[in-house]
């Protein structure tokens, strides 16, 4: 089982970057999936949530109306679309996968992780 992370790169202030997260080994359309991210001497933080149908989201107010999490279940991937970007965006990203069906805000609600895309944002 495993979640592939991908898209993140360097960045200028303002830019746009396009995360996916492949999930392989078995499906995640019965999860609700979630990015989460870390940035250097902090802890780790969701940034936006999706339900398993997709058809609910939460997003952390720092990203809120810049970033939108979506979900293809026909192909068992998540996407994260981050608009805007500023220099206080870069971190490690990381998609996970939730036991449950519904968002969760709680990282140990999560069973399963992927490795991390670092996302740099410079000014």
């Known amino acids: 089982v495993q979640l592939q992370a991908s898209g993140g790169g360097l960045v200028q202030a303002g830019g746009s970057l396009r995360l996916s997260c492949a999930a392989s080994?078995?499906?995640?359309?019965?999860?609700?999936m979630g990015w989460f991210r870390q940035a250097p001497g902090k802890q780790r933080e969701l940034v936006a949530a999706?339900?398993?149908?997709?058809?609910?989201?939460v997003y952390a107010d720092s990203v809120k109306g810049r970033f939108t999490i979506s979900r293809d279940n026909a192909k068992n991937t998540v996407y994260l679309q981050m608009n805007s970007l500023k220099p206080e965006d870069t971190a490690v990203y990381y998609c996970?996968?939730?036991?449950?069906?519904?968002?969760?805000?709680?990282?140990?609600?999560?069973?399963?992780w992927g490795q991390g895309t670092l996302v740099t944002v410079s000014s």
């Open positions: 996970a996968a939730n036991q449950y069906s519904s968002v969760s805000y709680v990282d140990k609600d999560y069973n399963y």
């Open positions: 080994g078995r499906t995640f359309i019965w999860n609700g």
């Open positions: 999706i339900t398993s149908g997709g058809d609910s989201t």
